[in-house]
């Protein structure tokens, strides 16, 4: 059941006819808490949110975050519940970040760093960052 009241930042149709390329949609457990890693730990821009559903952006590229609470009539709904691994297998990669700034925050803000900041032979400088909903975030930038 929707949590938000009033209306929403722009219209359903309006804000999907907006979208193209590639696109990502996170299910949390909690949306102000996941913003608040997101905002906090990776300095991403927040665009919208509300206790449902939140859009971030970073370098032209826009995801979603919608609260497991909204997918109730979603065929995800049965594999959301309090056990559920979420993300496995998956990074989320951000270019053009400092991965040591952020390692530093996420290890400041009580988050779980995987694998420190370190070049790596593919030319960019990255950390492994997990969220409180286990989704890895990689943060990296050219060496």
Not at 68 to 88: E, F, I, N, W
Request: some cysteine; overall charge negative; aromatic content about 8%.
């Amino acid at each position: 059941m929707k949590q938000r009241e009033g209306e929403p930042f722009m219209s359903a149709p309006a804000f999907g006819h907006s979208l193209k390329g590639f696109n990502v949609n996170l299910l949390v457990r909690n949306v102000k808490a996941a913003v608040a890693f997101e905002t906090g730990v990776l300095r991403v821009t927040l665009v919208h949110q509300d206790p449902d559903f939140a859009v971030l952006s970073h370098g032209g590229t826009v995801w979603m975050l919608h609260a497991d609470h909204t997918y109730d009539k979603h065929p995800l709904s049965p594999l959301l519940g309090d056990g559920a691994v979420r993300g496995l297998g998956c990074e989320l990669r951000l270019y053009d970040l400092d991965p040591d700034a952020c390692e530093a925050r996420a290890r400041a803000q009580g988050y779980e760093v995987l694998q420190t900041s370190s070049d790596k032979p593919h030319g960019l400088r990255e950390c492994y960052i997990l969220d409180r909903d286990n989704y890895l975030w990689v943060p990296g930038k050219k060496i």
